[in-house]
Each structure stands twice: as C-alpha cells, then as structure tokens.
C-alpha cells in the first residue's frame, strides 16, 4: 500500500516556494492545522493518519504531519491539489 505523508507547510500562505509551500497563494490558507488536512484527505476519499509529533525538514517547530494511504494511483501533486482545494472549502 503507497503512502504519502502530507505537512502542513505545503498549505501555508506564510510561506513562500523555497520555505516548502507546494500549492499557488490563491489555494494556501493561513496556518493549517493536521486536523484541517487530515479532513479534507477525507473528503477527497482517502484515509488519514495524524502524526501530531512530525516536523517537516524545513522547519524548526513540530506543527506534524498526516499520513494518506491508498494513494497507488494518484501522483502526490494532484493528491496535495486536491487537499488544497478542500482546505479552501472547509475554511469558508
């Protein structure tokens, strides 16, 4: 089974490219949470595991992470796509 572990700087709109956001500013939120992306994993139809003491490799403070599983036939860009869509829904 592929999993894909998903951080919560990929979202943020604080962040820049080189500080690890891996979608456009008009899809990032301010300061994901896990709890925040491990639903809209949800909503996209996979499964999700926080993993609350994770820290990405480009930051210094632990925010975690979540794991996505059953992701054999998406490529990890649309999946952190699809999730950013999502988190854009559920803040509204």
Do not use: C, H, W
């Not at 990929?10 to 490219?17: H, I, P, Q, V």
């Amino acid at each position: 089974m592929v999993e894909n572990v998903v951080y919560p700087a990929y979202f943020d709109a604080e962040l820049s490219r080189s500080e690890g956001r891996r979608v456009p500013t008009d899809l990032a939120v301010e300061a994901p949470t896990v709890d925040e992306i491990a639903k809209a994993v949800q909503q996209v139809g996979y499964d999700a595991v926080v993993e609350r003491d994770a820290t990405y490799s480009r930051e210094f403070e632990a925010r975690g992470s979540v794991v996505v599983k059953g992701t054999e036939d998406t490529a990890k860009n649309d999946l952190v796509q699809a999730i950013a869509a999502y988190l854009g829904v559920l803040r509204e």
